[in-house]
């Protein structure tokens, strides 16, 4: 059983910048694809970005495309997502996962983490 954990999150200003951590632990995250998504108050929970197990592919969310960036340590099992120029619209609770996706057009996650809050003052 794979288990993940997420920090990183807090409070911080329009303009600025944080960077989140997922670390895994339970057995080895370089056999994932991970992943990171969001939920605002009130809304549905959406995807933000994802990263296959060697690094070679990504996907990332209109709404976040050049201010996020995604990356993995797989020797340190954790992944990193580098948020940048962060709006108002940002703030929600940030989950981290991870799954064995079935096909190389297709992301599917089975493990979640608890989520961290990240809150971005207008």
């Known amino acids: 059983q794979l288990q993940l954990v997420e920090s990183g999150g807090g409070l911080v200003q329009a303009g600025g910048s944080l960077r989140l951590s997922c670390a895994a632990s339970g057995r080895t995250s370089s056999i994932y694809d991970m992943g990171w998504f969001r939920q605002a108050p009130g809304k549905e929970r959406e995807s933000v970005v994802f990263?296959?197990?060697?690094?070679?592919?990504?996907y990332y969310a209109d709404s976040v495309k050049d201010r996020f960036t995604i990356s993995r340590d797989n020797d340190k099992n954790t992944v990193y997502l580098q948020m940048n120029s962060l709006k108002p619209e940002d703030t929600a609770v940030y989950y981290c996962?991870?799954?064995?996706?079935?096909?190389?057009?297709?992301?599917?996650?089975?493990?979640w983490g608890p989520g961290t809050q990240v809150t971005v003052s207008s």
């Open positions: 990263i296959r197990r060697r690094s070679d592919s990504t």
């Open positions: 996962a991870a799954g064995n996706s079935p096909g190389a057009t297709t992301w599917q996650f089975d493990y």
